[in-house]
């Protein structure tokens, strides 16, 4: 049972915002208002991730749409723990998560992504920082 950080949804509150501006001020895209429930509950019940699994299917659906603008995997392209390293000295990750990242949830993986940016002591936050920067994806332009 994976959980989303609330990082997690505050960022896709803010993507939602930046695609979908709110045209009076006051009201906002129904994205944003789904995940905004959900981010209140967190912030009032002091949770820190809420469960992916149950979480209600339109702030989901919401959260997926922003999971796919960012980049699938942490790896750059030199993988240690094919080498018999535990932790992967490129992307940080275990060699559990390197070897299940495909059947991961997406909630799996962002957990993932979470707690190897907070140790940021992967070569992907230093040494090879290049090449984490071109796996980032940009954003689909806007239809009016």
Known sequence: MAGIHITDIESAINWWRDRSP?????????????????????????????????????????????????????????????????????CGRTFDEVQLWPEMTPGEKRTTWRRITMESSAWRFNRYAERAREGVATPPPQTT
């Open 22 to 90: 709110s045209v009076d001020g006051i009201q906002s895209c129904p994205e944003v208002g789904a995940l905004a429930e959900i981010y209140a509950l967190m912030v009032y019940y002091r949770e820190p991730s809420c469960d992916e699994a149950t979480m209600p299917a339109k702030a989901k659906q919401a959260w997926l749409c922003w999971y796919e603008t960012t980049p699938d995997t942490p790896c750059i392209a030199i993988c240690s723990t094919s080498q018999g390293d535990d932790i992967c000295k490129g």
